[in-house]
Every structure is written in C-alpha cells, then in structure tokens.
C-alpha cells in the first residue's frame, strides 16, 4: 500500500522553538492482528537492543522481556529500550509502536500469555513438538510466542508452559542464539497473516 506523503508547513522558524503546522495527515488502521513476543533478557544488552530493533522493523504487536530461571542478566533500562523501539518504528515507517513490558517473570505465565490466542513455546529439548511454520493455518488473529535464554528453558519451565496450553515447536534444524531465535519468529508469525485461507 502506497502511503500519502504527511503535508506539513513551517509557520515559525525560531531557532530554538519552531512551530509547524500539519495541513494534511492519513490515518492507518491497526490490522487487527496481534503478534506478541516473550523473549527472556540476554547478558549482553547490546544483542536484547538489537532484537528490540529489528522486531519493531518487522512490526511485531507486543514485547515482554522474560526473566527465567537461566536469565544471565535481570537489569532492565525501560527508557532506553522504549527510545530503541521509538526509534526503530520511525526510521521503518511504522504506523504503530509495540507495546513494550517491564521483565515479567517467567513463572508468572498464566499472567502474561495470550488470553484469545495461540500461545507457542520454541525450545531445544528433544520430545513432541513441529515446526512452527506447520501450526500458522489455524487464523486466529493473536500469537504469543515464548523464547527462552542461553541455555533455553528448563524442564520445568516447559512443563509449566505445557500446562498453560503452550504449544511446542521448534523453529528449525539449526540451534539459534535468543535474539535470532526471536526475529524468526517474528517473521514467521507476522507473515502467516498473509498466507491465503
């Protein structure tokens, strides 16, 4: 979809408090479809950055950070992260900001997970689980997905998971490090609402 250019004039010129008047603006409709994403904080907050970003780029709905019981690190600058995402929707023309959480921890499952939705667990652990990409033909218009840290969820977490109606899936044959692991989940749960019925 082609986007109508934003007119805008400047009406005052002051250095030091320009004023600008919009003359014309086009509103956006949110698509309706939420795509949220539980991913646990990394030790280095350079790579959690990175993901913030690259999510915000691809248009994911919601953020929760994750604090899991193999969390390296539980330090969380809030205004930091949200200029990241601020910054991120603006340079990728984003209509809307995600919404982004404060560290919720991870036993507290039932409390963050997608009430009217599919909620998915990727993990490394061998057992029952597909891949991602074959669970996107069901159309529900909400996704949550749980990303784990370094060293992945623990058994209990998984069961924990498992117990809240999480679905297990895996999102390839290769081990992802967290914050890729999150981007391609994103990505595939976002584009499952273009694939035809």
């Not at 784990?148 to 117990?163: H, K, N, R, S, V």
């Not at 297990?168 to 692991?181: D, I």
Request: aromatic fraction near 6%.
């Amino acid at each position: 979809m082609e986007r109508k250019p934003l007119t805008c004039e400047i009406i005052d010129d002051h250095k030091k408090h320009c004023v600008v008047q919009i003359n014309s603006k086009e509103q956006i409709p949110n698509s309706g479809h939420k795509v949220s994403i539980a991913i646990s904080l990394l030790k280095n907050s350079n790579r959690f950055e990175w993901f913030l970003e690259k999510a915000t780029e691809i248009g994911v709905s919601e953020i929760i950070p994750l604090i899991c019981e193999r969390t390296g690190k539980e330090k969380f600058r809030y205004d930091r992260m949200q200029g990241i995402c601020i910054s991120a929707m603006l340079q990728s023309q984003q209509c809307w900001l995600p919404v982004l959480h404060e560290p919720k921890q991870f036993e507290d499952v039932k409390n963050w997970k997608c009430a009217n939705g599919a909620n998915f667990i990727a993990h490394c652990i061998d057992g029952s689980k597909q891949a991602l990409s074959n669970h996107l033909i069901a159309k529900s218009s909400n996704h949550l997905i749980a990303i784990g840290p370094e060293g992945d969820f623990t058994p209990q977490e998984i069961e924990q998971a498992l117990q809240n109606n999480f679905i297990p899936v895996s999102l390839g044959e290769t081990r992802l490090r967290t914050e890729t692991a999150g981007v391609v989940a994103v990505t595939l749960l976002i584009n499952c609402f273009s694939f035809p019925e």
